[in-house]
C-alpha cells in the first residue's frame, strides 16, 4: 500500500484530476481510468480513511435503528427541549424560545414561551409546568447549557427529579419530533391567519394536541391517558407494537426484509476492543453539508454490548477518561493511523531550552487542552 501512498495522494490532491476530493468510488474510477497502477476499492477506502481531509468530511448515517425508550406508567420519565422562535419574536411580545415537555408515556404536552434561555425563566418555566399538579420521575434532556448549569440542576434536585442528559446527536427525540408537529401547526396558523402571532393561541394549539388521537396510544388521547388505563396504554405500546411488528410476510418482499432482519439480529460488533475512533460531530440547526462531520480528536472502544438488539458503544479519550454516554455504530468512525502521520498544531504556548535542545509547548488542533505536550522545536515541519 504505501508505494501507492504518492500516487494516490497526487491523484485525490490535484484540482482538475477527475478523482480530486471526492469519495472512493469516483477515486477509484480515476485511477481504473488512468492505467497506471490497478488499486482494488478496498485499498482506496484504506488509504482515504487514512487521510484527515477525507475522513473528517466522511458523510455521516443519521437514519438507523436505535434503542426505544421504555417507561412503565405516566409521568415516570419526560423529555425537555427548547424550541427556537426568535425570528418572530417581535410580533409575540419578544418571547424567543418555547420551553417543550412532553411525558413520553401519555406523550401529554406542555409548552411555555420564554423571552431568553437564562437559568431564571428556564426555572420559571417549569415551576409553573409542576405547579399544574404533574411533574416528572425522570426529566430528559441535551446536554445543553440551559439544562445544565447548576442553578437548574439544583432546582430539580430540590424537586426530587432524577436528571439524564443525552450524548447523541438526536438529543431529546420525543421533543424534538413535537417541536416539528407544533411548528407545523403554527405554520399553518400564520398561512391562514397571514399573521405571525402565537402567543394568543399557543395553549390552545397544544390542547388540540393533548385532545387528539394518538396512533402510538392506541387512538387514546393523551388527555385520557392515567393511572388507572396505564396496563392498558402500555400493553398498545409495547407489547401489541412488537407483535405487530414481529408478525411473518407472506410475499416474497416480506420474507426477504424478515431474512435480512434476522442476519442484521445475528450481525457481529463492527468495531473491536482497543479500536481507535472518531466521533460524528452533533449537527446544529444551521450546520451546512461542506462544515467538518467528525472530531479530530480520537477515542478507544473499551466496552460493547447490543441493547435492544443494537450493538452499544463505550469509549474513553487517550488519557483514559470515559466519555459520558453510549454510541452506536453509525456515530463513529474507525481511525486507522499510518507511523508518518502529521498532527496539527493549533497555538505555541511556550518555549523553553532543556540543555541544547529548544523545546515547545504546544496545543494540538482539535484535541483538548490536557493534551498539551512539549515537543522539541526540531520536529515541527510546515505543511502546505
Same mark, same amino acid.
Given at each position: 500500500?504505501?508505494?501507492?501512498?504518492?500516487?494516490?495522494?497526487?491523484?485525490?490532491?490535484? +484540482?482538475?484530476?477527475?478523482?480530486?476530493?471526492?469519495?472512493?468510488?469516483?477515486?477509484?474510477?480515476?485511477?481504473?481510468?488512468?492505467?497506471?497502477?490497478?488499486?482494488?476499492?478496498?485499498?482506496?477506502?484504506?488509504?482515504?480513511?487514512?487521510?484527515?481531509?477525507?475522513?473528517?468530511?466522511? +458523510?455521516?448515517?443519521? @437514519?438507523?435503528?436505535?434503542?426505544?425508550?421504555?417507561?412503565?406508567?405516566?409521568? @415516570?420519565?419526560?423529555?425537555?427541549?427548547?424550541?427556537?422562535?426568535?425570528?418572530?419574536?417581535?410580533?409575540?411580545?419578544?418571547?424567543?424560545?418555547?420551553?417543550?415537555?412532553?411525558?413520553?408515556?401519555?406523550?401529554?404536552?406542555?409548552?411555555?414561551?420564554?423571552?431568553?434561555? $437564562?437559568?431564571?425563566?428556564?426555572?420559571?418555566?417549569?415551576?409553573?409546568?409542576?405547579?399544574?399538579?404533574?411533574?416528572? =420521575?425522570?426529566?430528559?434532556?441535551?446536554?445543553?447549557?440551559?439544562?445544565?448549569?447548576?442553578?437548574?440542576?439544583?432546582?430539580?434536585?430540590?424537586?426530587?427529579? =432524577?436528571?439524564?442528559?443525552?450524548?447523541?446527536?438526536?438529543?431529546?427525540?420525543?421533543?424534538?419530533?413535537?417541536?416539528?408537529?407544533?411548528?407545523?401547526?403554527?405554520?399553518?396558523?400564520?398561512?391562514?391567519?397571514?399573521?405571525?402571532?402565537?402567543?394568543?393561541?399557543? $395553549?390552545?394549539?397544544?390542547?388540540?394536541?393533548? $385532545?387528539?388521537? =394518538?396512533?402510538?396510544?392506541?387512538? =387514546?388521547? +393523551?388527555?385520557?391517558?392515567?393511572?388507572?388505563?396505564?396496563?392498558?396504554?402500555?400493553?398498545?405500546?409495547?407489547?401489541?407494537?412488537?407483535?405487530?411488528?414481529?408478525?411473518?410476510?407472506?410475499?416474497?418482499?416480506?420474507?426477504?426484509?424478515?431474512?435480512?432482519?434476522?442476519?442484521?439480529?445475528?450481525?457481529?460488533?463492527?468495531?473491536?476492543?482497543?479500536?481507535?475512533?472518531?466521533?460524528?460531530?452533533?449537527?446544529?440547526?444551521?450546520?451546512?453539508?461542506?462544515?467538518?462531520?467528525?472530531?479530530?480528536?480520537?477515542?478507544?472502544?473499551?466496552?460493547?454490548?447490543?441493547?435492544?438488539?443494537?450493538?452499544?458503544?463505550?469509549?474513553?479519550?487517550?488519557?483514559?477518561?470515559?466519555?459520558?454516554?453510549?454510541?452506536?455504530?453509525?456515530?463513529?468512525?474507525?481511525?486507522?493511523?499510518?507511523?508518518?502521520?502529521?498532527?496539527?498544531?493549533?497555538?505555541?504556548?511556550?518555549?523553553?531550552?532543556?540543555?541544547?535542545?529548544?523545546?515547545?509547548?504546544?496545543?494540538?488542533?482539535?484535541?483538548?487542552?490536557?493534551?498539551?505536550?512539549?515537543?522539541?522545536?526540531?520536529?515541527?515541519?510546515?505543511?502546505?
Amino acid at each position: 500500500m504505501a508505494k501507492y501512498t504518492d500516487y494516490l495522494r497526487k491523484l485525490y490532491y490535484t +484540482p482538475g484530476n477527475p478523482g480530486a476530493l471526492g469519495g472512493p468510488e469516483k477515486l477509484y474510477q480515476a485511477v481504473k481510468q488512468d492505467g497506471k497502477y490497478k488499486i482494488g476499492r478496498i485499498r482506496i477506502r484504506q488509504f482515504l480513511n487514512n487521510e484527515d481531509p477525507y475522513s473528517l468530511m466522511k +458523510p455521516i448515517r443519521r @437514519s438507523f435503528p436505535r434503542s426505544k425508550v421504555i417507561v412503565d406508567t405516566i409521568d @415516570s420519565m419526560w423529555d425537555g427541549d427548547l424550541a427556537d422562535v426568535s425570528n418572530i419574536s417581535s410580533q409575540n411580545d419578544g418571547y424567543k424560545f418555547l420551553l417543550v415537555l412532553i411525558d413520553i408515556f401519555s406523550r401529554f404536552l406542555f409548552i411555555v414561551p420564554l423571552k431568553n434561555k $437564562q437559568h431564571g425563566n428556564i426555572t420559571d418555566g417549569l415551576k409553573s409546568v409542576f405547579q399544574t399538579g404533574r411533574k416528572p =420521575h425522570t426529566l430528559r434532556t441535551d446536554k445543553g447549557s440551559e439544562f445544565k448549569n447548576r442553578w437548574v440542576k439544583s432546582f430539580l434536585k430540590t424537586e426530587d427529579i =432524577h436528571t439524564i442528559y443525552t450524548q447523541n446527536e438526536t438529543k431529546a427525540n420525543y421533543a424534538e419530533r413535537v417541536i416539528r408537529t407544533m411548528k407545523n401547526m403554527m405554520y399553518r396558523y400564520f398561512i391562514k391567519t397571514r399573521t405571525y402571532r402565537y402567543v394568543d393561541v399557543l $395553549q390552545d394549539l397544544v390542547n388540540s394536541y393533548n $385532545q387528539r388521537p =394518538h396512533r402510538s396510544l392506541g387512538d =387514546h388521547a +393523551p388527555t385520557t391517558v392515567n393511572k388507572k388505563n396505564a396496563d392498558e396504554i402500555r400493553l398498545i405500546t409495547y407489547l401489541t407494537a412488537k407483535k405487530k411488528n414481529s408478525q411473518p410476510k407472506s410475499s416474497k418482499s416480506g420474507k426477504r426484509k424478515e431474512s435480512m432482519s434476522k442476519k442484521r439480529n445475528k450481525r457481529v460488533f463492527k468495531y473491536k476492543i482497543g479500536d481507535d475512533v472518531r466521533i460524528s460531530q452533533l449537527k446544529h440547526s444551521f450546520q451546512r453539508d461542506y462544515q467538518q462531520k467528525w472530531t479530530d480528536e480520537y477515542f478507544k472502544v473499551f466496552r460493547r454490548y447490543q441493547r435492544d438488539g443494537i450493538p452499544v458503544y463505550k469509549i474513553k479519550d487517550l488519557a483514559d477518561d470515559p466519555i459520558e454516554g453510549t454510541f452506536y455504530e453509525s456515530e463513529l468512525q474507525k481511525v486507522i493511523k499510518s507511523e508518518d502521520i502529521l498532527y496539527r498544531v493549533e497555538k505555541v504556548l511556550r518555549k523553553r531550552k532543556r540543555g541544547k535542545t529548544k523545546e515547545m509547548y504546544v496545543k494540538w488542533e482539535g484535541w483538548p487542552s490536557k493534551f498539551n505536550s512539549w515537543i522539541p522545536e526540531s520536529s515541527l515541519q510546515k505543511t502546505k
